[in-house]
């Protein structure tokens, strides 16, 4: 499938160059208010060819406050008690701020982190279950705790010691972290990469409430025009009239075996009836763990691939997701695919241990690799998302590509794990033709190339990764 | 309240003599079809004044082969492969025989498995969603496995080896035992009891199925005759003309506090407008904690509290519940109320800390005490159960008796926590008059002079518990 888009296509039209005017869009992207496209679908049940699935909650959840407020409300913020955010709280600032959780309108209060904890789903006082299976809190320490006394509200500060939002009609209550970890990991092994890094450390206090962020997150990295928001992916949905949208999460390089699994997908939807099925190549931004493939080397490799013509410009939209990775297995994928239905998607794809990682002390992996997809078909909140479930792809040595594993002659494939992909890279050796596009390999070949080895001379090395 | 009950009731009415002869029950119970009294509720919609909860499912499951053929079972069993059934595995399939887990009709099958671990509920073919929040598995071990062969069925086989159940179409999955563990207690510590008793050496798989029991579970302990099914529950509730079932769950001796709530609860539903509600007084019968008062010592507390006219008998069933304890406090909490549903009752009286126990490693509690009563309001499939919030009962100094604690005079009230009242009884010193009937207090006694000391001499020391 890799060689169908035969094409080249130029690199400036791959990519979104701003939110709004973005790949090939030749006719500006049709703006319907969400509110009308809700009500058309769910009380009048017309069938709209452009109506793209209903966020949670029926409406897509917006924090950022209109223009014109940012002002007086920077200006509260310095009156306020401030949080210090750290990266990965900003993060979620920024997933909370467009309404990549709706119906989430803030930090997580106590009746919703328990809900998430216990049932991976919130119940909405309609009665309706939405899917919410990890976690969005912030935490603050004892001192802060006190410091707050009689506020109902609270100002967000980021790095840079300028307010970011404010978190409005404020509950506090313990961070019971062991239950935490291990409700969310289904371990509490150490070693578990978001557990080192937000919550072994993290005070001893959950504070929840309602957002207003100032303006809306931006990272300055170069990379800020990749990161599109729910509504804004749903206007290119829109403005493309997508009758299909299909999301493919990935946190790794793509190689032709993914590639192949995108453009199958887009040919069975074809085949279901769909005309105009669009994907959306959501590669996850936010933290990750140190031996994965940083953000920009993987956009850089990503846009490559497209450059290729690996993947068809015309019905697929790359851009960031900006939440950070827990590598919770068979809970984190939900969360993966929940997000995607607020930005649109329909369809959802799901590979072989999505989300997961080796166990942290023992040498096995810590998920089994087919609870991810049994778990997100069985999900509370997600039976309006049709999952399809990955076929295994291999390199085929018969064709020199990679293909859909045939298990009537397992002799002519090879499998390359993510482990191998890496060390290949990492050694500057090559991988079998096909397996991916030359200049993809070389954005790789250069990463681990610019890795300064660590004291020991050693460089971090690779484990083994799934989508 | 206590003082309510005054007249004084011969013992022999107080508790169930047979399944069908039961307290003071002047006519013969009416034995409604549950199928007649389901379709009349659920097709119908007609308010019968005996109509009872609906059962999970609709549908009470009953596993127990019909009587004529129990021969020809058990000659099949004979022939099967064999599991031998830990004493916990045979409550476990009492508690599924008799449908006190319903809709399950056997030991689970991984998707039951998975559901119930991260969603605390199973979703059914209709769509509808019943709580199911603590796996009820049968694990095997790898030797066994293999023994299976192709047989689509094996058969369970107690203590005495004589043959329990057959299981049909088997699924034999991974036995996750640390991924278990942490989503059901929401940590991993050692020093469980449960985990130790049951999972920690338990085998690598775990086999579901559905279940033909052969004949009724009996335990040959003097205390079948309180074992009532949830059909006999149903069938005794209905004989009484009961408008409103209230369950109190619970583990430990009834003292007047518990007894001030059951008495309080009834006279709140009175209030309501319900015309006769019963209590179900409805004490674990499954596996306990080794510092915990055996059950048969429960049962004759249980019955002194009745026979001093604390309860009151006309309006109370005690009965005992077959499933074994987790102390997974929060996760475990909605197992008791789900069952109870299934037998009859659509109120359950929940306290501080329901199911909880102190950390195995830590000093504090394993759960936050408000946790338990706040995920049991919350939970799926337990929207139809009305939940009521424990008030804090202690002993009011003032009046020499338990009463609800009023915040304006706190130094009125004595809290008598379950460590203080265990070591009272077992140093044989007497609690404050009003606080347990005198005769109940004995029993305790009693048992703990009956406990024969360690060889270090020492008597388990009892630990801090909840109701």
């Known amino acids: ?13 791959l990519f979104p160059q701003s939110p709004i005017t973005f790949t090939k869009a030749v006719t500006p992207p049709i703006m319907l208010p969400m509110s009308l496209r809700v009500k058309t ?14 966020p949670d909650g029926g409406k897509l959840v917006e924090l950022i406050v209109e223009e014109s407020m940012r002002g007086s409300k920077n200006r509260e913020a310095l009156s306020l008690p401030r949080i210090k955010l750290s990266r990965i709280d900003l993060q979620w600032v920024h997933v909370l701020s467009e309404g990549w959780a709706s119906p989430l309108t803030g930090f997580m209060r106590e009746s919703e982190f328990l809900q998430t904890l216990h049932f991976n789903s919130l119940r909405l006082q309609d009665g309706s279950v939405v899917n919410m299976s990890v976690p969005i809190v912030l935490a603050i320490d004892d001192d802060f705790k006190n410091r707050i006394g009689d506020s109902s509200k609270v100002a967000l500060f980021g790095s840079d010691d300028r307010p970011v939002a404010i ?35 993290a005070g001893n206090w959950l504070i929840g409430g309602d957002l207003e962020v100032i303006e809306p997150i931006k990272y300055h990295d170069g990379l800020d025009r990749f990161r599109l928001s729910p509504a804004q992916l749903r206007n290119e949905f829109t403005s493309r009239n997508a009758d299909a949208v299909f999301a493919f999460q ?29 994907l959306l190549l959501n590669p996850l931004g936010g933290y990750t763990k ?10 850089k490799q990503h846009q490559k691939v497209l450059e290729d013509g690996v993947l068809d410009p015309e019905t697929t939209v790359v851009s960031i997701f900006p939440s950070p990775m827990h590598y919770a297995g068979p809970t984190e994928v939900q969360w993966h695919a929940k997000a995607r239905i607020n930005a649109g998607a329909n369809f959802y794809i799901v590979g072989r241990d999505p989300a997961g990682m080796g166990h942290p002390t023992e040498k096995r992996d810590l998920y089994d690799a087919d609870h991810g997809k049994k778990v997100l078909s069985m999900a509370p909140g997600l039976e309006r998302l049709n999952i399809l479930p990955f076929k295994v792809a291999a390199y085929d040595k018969t064709q020199g590509k990679m293909a859909f594993f045939d298990p009537s002659r397992p002799q002519d494939f090879l499998f390359i794990s993510g482990t191998k992909m890496r060390n290949l890279a990492r ?40 989508a």
């Open 1 to 13: 499938m890799a060689s169908m888009a035969a094409a080249f296509i130029k690199p400036s039209n």
């Open 41 to 54: 679908k769910t009380h009048r049940r017309i069938r709209v060819s452009c109506g793209l699935i209903d």
């Open 167 to 201: 978190l409005n009609d404020i509950e506090i209550y313990k961070h019971p972290k062991e239950e935490r970890i291990a409700r969310t990991w289904g371990t509490t092994a150490s070693g578990l990469p978001y557990v080192d890094e937000a919550i072994k450390n």
């Open 250 to 278: 990935l946190r790794n390089p793509v190689h032709n075996g993914h590639a192949l699994l995108m453009t199958d997908t887009r040919r069975r939807l074809l085949n279901m009836g769909y005309n105009n099925p669009i």
């Open 290 to 299: 140190a031996d994965d493939v940083p953000l920009h080397w993987r956009i």
């Open 427 to 466: 050694n500057k050796e090559n991988p079998p033709d096909g397996f991916m596009c030359p200049s993809g390999w070389n954005v790789l070949v250069e990463y681990y190339k610019s890795l300064v080895p660590a004291e020991n001379g050693r460089i971090p090395k690779p484990e083994a990764v799934a």
